[in-house]
Structure formats: structure tokens, C-alpha cells
């Protein structure tokens, strides 16, 4: 939110500021020629921030696609786990309930109106309850083959669940670069004020000043939105998650 305001703020002030320089520079200045390489160099700078703004909205895409695919992957294994713990027998009713449990706090916080995304998947108690799961793993005593290759499977999904867990976390915090921001502004405010300066002021050009500064203000905030699937306005669909937690400890 604070890098789409700073960019309204910018384009629009920059775009009103070259409205008041045309009134202060001579109009020898205002020729033709003079114009046409304003309006050049304009078009310059909005080709390179048409081309950075694109790479960030779809970078941003695709990293909250990942996560989102990591989500939906590690329900799925979550759902396959609990299945595997019930075939295996009663020896794994614990198991089962630390899942369950887990899984209902995720939905509860994480996905929750009021969650926090990252810092609630990143809780120092989460992970003890996977390793507490782990270690109920671990601690099963396979009376057979069949319950061995259970176990090691269980194992292997919990292992799978808690990578995915890690990698949802390192990836769901992604941020636009500072020196980026920095630069794009910058272009955008040399751009808008060149813009105004080769064009007469009334009401029409300052409601379009106004009017781009807010969809490039949407675009940056669309891309913050985006680097952080597990919270905001565009938070991934809690859906995955819900349906495993239907599907466990039956």
C-alpha cells in the first residue's frame, strides 16, 4: 500500500507541477521541435516503465501461483497422510490428532479474516507440532511388512508437508526491490511532468493526470498484493486446506 501511494502521489504532483512550468517558460520554448522531443523522450521513459511495470506484475504472478500451488500440494499430502495413519491401525490415533490439529489451526489463523500470513505459518509452535508428528512417527512399531511400508510412507509424506511448509514461507514474502521503486518513480515523474508541460492546463487534463496516477498506483499495489499471497486483498483461496480438514481423522 505505501508503494502505490508514494507513486500516485509522485505522478500525480509531477504531472500538476509540469502544468505550472508551462506558464513559466518562454514560448519560444514551446515550439514545435521543442515539443516533439519532450513528447520523445516522454515515450521513451513509458516504453522502459511499461516493460519494468510487466515484469513485476508477472513475476509477482507467478510467485504467488507457486504458493498457491504449494498450499493445494501440501492439503493434498495432508489428506494421503491421514489415510496412510488409518490403514497402519489404532497405534496411530495420536498422529492423527496432532494432524487434525494442526490442520484446524492453520485454517483458523492463517486462512482466518484476521491472520497475519507469513508470521502465522512461520510460528515457533507450528513447527514443534511437526516434529512432535514426526516423532509419533518415528516411535510406531511395525508388526509387519504391510505397517512398515505404511510408516515410511507416513514418514514421507510428513517430510513432503513440512517442505512445502518451509518453501510456502520462504516465497510468500516477496517485496518490490527499493532501488527498483526508486528508479521507476522516477522515470514516472519525469515522464508525467513532461507531459505537462507540453499541454494546456483546464479541468480535463488534470482529471486524466488523476486517473493515471490511479492506475498506476493499482498496478504497484496490485503487484504488493500479489507478493503476498498469504495475507491482504488477493490472499489465495483458504479452499484446499478447508477440504483436507473434511477429510481427515474420519
Known sequence: ??????????????????????????????????VGMVRLGAGVLGTLTALVLG????SAKANYDRVNDEVTHAAAAIVLL????????????EARSLVRTAVASTVDTVFSE????VADLDNPKRLATAERLQAE???LTPENDVQRTLQAH??????????TRLLAITQAEGSIPKGLLLVLVLWLAIM?????????????????????????AGAVFMIE??????????????????????????
Not at 515484469?55 to 508477472?58: C, F, M
Open 1 to 34: 500500500m505505501v508503494a502505490a501511494l508514494i507513486v500516485f502521489v509522485s505522478v500525480f504532483t509531477s504531472g500538476l507541477v509540469g502544468l505550472y512550468l508551462r506558464s513559466l517558460v518562454p514560448e519560444q520554448h514551446l515550439q514545435e521541435g521543442s
Open 55 to 58: 515484469l513485476l506484475i508477472a
Open 82 to 93: 491421514d489415510r496412510t495413519l488409518a490403514q497402519y491401525g489404532p497405534q496411530t490415533e
Open 114 to 117: 484476521h491472520g497475519h500470513g
Open 137 to 139: 512417527l518415528r516411535k
Open 154 to 163: 507416513a514418514l514421507e509424506l510428513s517430510d513432503e508437508v513440512a517442505k
Open 192 to 216: 508525467f511532468a513532461g507531459f505537462g508541460l507540453v499541454t494546456p492546463k483546464n479541468p480535463t487534463v488534470i482529471v486524466t493526470l488523476f486517473l493515471c496516477a490511479l492506475s498506476l
Open 225 to 250: 498484493e500479489l507478493n503476498r499471497p498469504l495475507e491482504g486483498f488477493m490472499k489465495i483461496s483458504s479452499a484446499p486446506m478447508r477440504y483436507a480438514l473434511a477429510h481427515i481423522g474420519d
